[in-house]
């Protein structure tokens, strides 16, 4: 039997394999971030905000739902907490009301701002999960055609903050594992921990990374088997 000999390019090649199971392949190896792309992607969610605020504020027919006008009277007796969800929404609806008086649009501001920081987030995403910034504005422009994140724009419900949460946790988790940006995971637990205060479902955030982190590092032990 011929003697086992190290093949450099092989265990060359293992590497490679086990980075890329890993996500952690290096920036220069992807498609550069386009500036320009960047811009587009901004002015498209800022032409949305701009939109939604002019319906809200002209355009719109429609007084306060029944959720909204229950989220309201929250806001005039602010608590830590609420006998169904947690006290974010009402914190946020006080906080416009506030500012610019107990009107429609002022109640609903939120929601606009929630929703400009949702669209970030999906924009910031998918960018650095498709290692592309053309199909990061193509996922942008799906999301702004997706029926429940528009409503979620002009309706202030515990959903809109929840949403943005939701996401920017997932960003900053995704940074944390993937780019190895351990810091990113204080920021991940803010955001997730800012969630909770909007929708307890926020906590199902939790046991998701744990999975994800748990099938990434069944990926490397395997890749390092091979």
């Known amino acids: 039997m011929l003697p086992h000999t190290a093949d450099p390019r092989l265990h060359a090649k293992r590497r490679t394999v086990r980075v890329v199971r890993l996500g952690m392949v290096p920036h220069a190896a992807f498609e550069p971030r386009s500036d320009r792309t960047t811009v587009y992607a901004a002015g498209l969610i800022a032409l949305a905000t701009v939109l939604h605020l002019v319906y809200l504020?002209?355009?719109?027919p429609f007084d306060l739902a029944p959720d909204e006008a229950h989220y309201w009277h929250w806001s005039r007796h602010l608590a830590l907490a609420y006998y169904s969800k947690g006290p974010l929404v009402a914190w946020l609806i006080r906080a416009s009301c506030g500012l610019f008086g107990d009107h429609v649009l002022a109640v609903r501001l939120p929601a606009v701002i929630c929703h400009g920081f949702l669209l970030t987030g999906v924009y910031v995403l998918a960018r650095e999960t498709l290692r592309s910034s053309r199909l990061a504005l193509a996922v942008l422009a799906l999301a702004l055609t997706v029926p429940a994140l528009t409503?979620?724009?002009?309706?202030?419900?515990?959903?809109?903050?929840?949403?943005?949460?939701?996401?920017?946790?997932?960003?900053?988790?995704?940074?944390?594992?993937?780019?190895?940006?351990?810091?990113?995971?204080?920021?991940?637990?803010?955001?997730?921990?800012?969630?909770?205060?909007?929708?307890?479902?926020?906590?199902?955030?939790?046991?998701?990374?744990?999975?994800?982190?748990?099938?990434?590092?069944?990926?490397?032990?395997?890749?390092?088997l091979q």
């Open 151 to 224: 409503a979620g724009a002009i309706l202030m419900t515990i959903d809109a903050p929840f949403l943005a949460c939701w996401c920017w946790t997932l960003v900053f988790a995704w940074r944390a594992v993937n780019e190895d940006r351990q810091r990113d995971w204080l920021f991940a637990g803010l955001c997730a921990a800012l969630g909770v205060l909007a929708k307890f479902t926020m906590l199902l955030a939790l046991p998701a990374i744990a999975l994800y982190l748990l099938t990434n590092r069944s990926e490397e032990h395997t890749s390092e």
């Open 57 to 60: 504020a002209v355009l719109c």
